[in-house]
């Protein structure tokens, strides 16, 4: 399984960006998919992830303000991010989970400052 992670940029406080995360590859064996984010200086977070059948789950800290989903007919999934807060700010990745394993895709790096 590969993943192509990519979206992100620098965004005003309050703005959107919307994330996306291509697979390639094994994509029937991804069970979950989820977006995780590292800031400078902290541990790495799981913000929202997706499962196979469609259930979801958020961070408490962006719940209401996240939405992850997914294209079935792209290998895609999707963390669109609204009212954006500068703690928001960090590296993005995702990560898929199969049965033997998971695998990450590479960073993408979000902004939030005036």
């Known amino acids: 399984v590969q993943l192509q992670a990519s979206g992100g940029g620098l965004v005003q406080p309050g703005g959107s960006l919307r994330l996306s995360c291509a697979a390639s590859?094994?994509?029937?064996?991804?069970?979950?998919i989820g977006w995780y984010r590292q800031a400078p200086g902290k541990q790495r977070e799981l913000v929202a992830a997706i499962t196979s059948g469609g259930s979801t789950n958020y961070a408490d800290s962006v719940k209401g303000r996240f939405t992850i989903s997914r294209d079935n007919t792209k290998n895609t999934v999707y963390l669109q991010m609204n009212s954006l807060k500068p703690e928001d700010t960090a590296v993005y990745h995702c990560?898929?989970?199969?049965?033997?394993?998971?695998?990450w895709g590479q960073g993408t790096l979000v902004t939030v400052s005036s």
């Open positions: 590859g094994n994509i029937f064996s991804i069970n979950r």
């Open positions: 990560k898929a989970e199969v049965i033997m394993g998971q695998y």
